[in-house]
Structure formats: structure tokens, C-alpha cells
Antibody
Framework: QVQLRESGPGLVKPSETLSLMCTVS????????WSWLRQPPGKGLEWIGY???????KYKSSLESRVTMSVDTSTNQISLRLRSVTAADTAVYYC?????????????????????WGQGALVTVSS | QSGLTQPPSASGTPGQRVIISCSGS????????VFWYQQLPGTAPKLLIY???QRPSGVPDRFSASKSGTSASLAISGLRSEDEAHYYC??????????FGGGTKVTVL
């Protein structure tokens, strides 16, 4: 059964870059849509963006100017970089696997899901 | 795009049926599939319902869901103590982003 695990610094200074890695084990990255999501402490869920195994991405528009996602199929890892962070970016960050449609199309962006999720990584933005 | 509207809380006694609503708009719920996620305390969310009313394997049939127009609902029948969790609805919005409900905390009295 595929497992996802997020890793990275738990504390980032304001204006710096948040960097997280999602390691996928017991399964392949290829053929799936992958997402990063986050959840501020005590609050609801927010989607950050998609990445396909080919490297094709779709980011939430309000975060697009600060976000970069990448995928490395040789190491089965997906990365997230969020630049110029502020306290508002403090959250538990999750990676999640989406559907196995094997091709990227706009239609599949809507007919997709997040399953399974990693256990999450708390990132605090503070000086 | 705006988020989806869910009641902040719902409750019931063991064995009862609880229904959680999720209200959206013609740019999201009205045109796309609705998904539901369960988040047990201190854990990551888990997919509960996909494509409006489909249960992934392993999800008990006590959980059911439906969609009509710009609203959707999740029903938990035969409520059990282990159902205490937050429940979130989610749908793709035509502004090209996923939108979530604020979450409903279900308490088993």
C-alpha cells in the first residue's frame, strides 16, 4: 500500500523560502496526479497545487507567484517550495496522491481526489 | 471563488443518523463532482466519498452522500463513537482551484 511522508524544516523565517519534500514509498509516482495541501492550526483545508508525473503543474492562482512544485521519478519524491513566506503560511502541509488517469487534461483536474495523504508536516513561520 | 458552506458542528447519539450539508454555487457544486473527507483527531484527512456518492473500498456503507443542484450532503447512519471527526466537502471550482467547506465537527453524545 502506497505511503507518503513529508519532510523538511519545521521553522522558517519570514520572507524566506519554505521547502518540503514528499517521499512516496511502496508505489510509483508515474501515472498519478499529486497535490500539496495545507491546514493552518485549528482551521480548514487549502489546496496549493497539482503536479503530474511529467512535471506539468497547476497552482492555486492566489499562490502561483510564490509556489514551485517539482517531481523526481527516479527518487519517487515530490517537492514544494513556497517563497517569501509570512506568518499566514504557518500550517500543516500535506502531500496527497490523486487519480491515476495517466494523462494530463483539464477535465481530470475536476474529476480527481486526494487519497492517500501523508501524515503532514507542521511548518511555523516565525523569526 | 468562495469556499463551500458547511455547518460548523453536528451531533447525535450512538445509532442515530446525522446529516451534514455542503452548499456551493453554479461554478463548483453545480457543475462538478463533490468529494468528502474525514479527519479524525490528530490525523490526516481521509477520502470518504468520491464523485458525489461513491464510497472507496473500506468505507462502511453507514456513510452515504448525495448532490442536488448547488448543494450536497453527507449522511452518517448508525452513528458510532469512532465517527467523531471533522468532515470536509471539496469540489473543483471553474476558477481552476479546489474549494473546501469550512468543515463540520461531528460529536457523538
Amino acid at each position: 500500500q502506497v505511503q507518503l511522508r513529508e519532510s523538511g524544516p519545521g521553522l522558517v523565517k519570514p520572507s524566506e523560502t519554505l521547502s518540503l519534500m514528499c517521499t512516496v514509498s511502496d508505489g510509483s509516482i508515474s501515472g498519478y496526479y499529486w497535490s500539496w495541501l495545507r491546514q493552518p492550526p485549528g482551521k480548514g483545508l487549502e489546496w496549493i497545487g497539482y503536479i503530474f508525473h511529467t512535471g506539468t503543474t497547476k497552482y492555486k492562482s492566489s499562490l502561483e507567484s510564490r509556489v514551485t512544485m517539482s517531481v523526481d521519478t527516479s527518487t519517487n519524491q515530490i517537492s514544494l517550495r513556497l517563497r517569501s513566506v509570512t506568518a499566514a503560511d504557518t500550517a500543516v502541509y500535506y502531500c496527497a496522491r490523486g487519480a491515476d488517469y495517466t494523462v494530463w487534461t483539464d477535465y481530470y483536474l475536476a474529476d480527481n481526489w486526494f487519497d492517500p495523504w501523508g501524515q503532514g508536516a507542521l511548518v511555523t513561520v516565525s523569526s | 471563488q468562495s469556499g463551500l458552506t458547511q455547518p460548523p458542528s453536528a451531533s447525535g447519539t450512538p445509532g442515530q443518523r446525522v446529516i451534514i450539508s455542503c452548499s456551493g454555487s453554479t461554478s463548483n457544486v453545480g457543475i462538478n463532482y463533490v468529494f468528502w473527507y474525514q479527519q479524525l483527531p490528530g490525523t490526516a484527512p481521509k477520502l470518504l466519498i468520491y464523485r458525489n456518492d461513491q464510497r472507496p473500498s473500506g468505507v462502511p456503507d453507514r456513510f452515504s452522500a448525495s448532490k442536488s443542484g448547488t448543494s450536497a450532503s453527507l449522511a452518517i447512519s448508525g452513528l458510532r463513537s469512532e465517527d467523531e471527526a471533522h468532515y470536509y466537502c471539496a469540489v473543483w471550482d471553474d476558477s481552476l482551484t479546489w474549494v473546501f467547506g469550512g468543515g463540520t465537527k461531528v460529536t457523538v453524545l
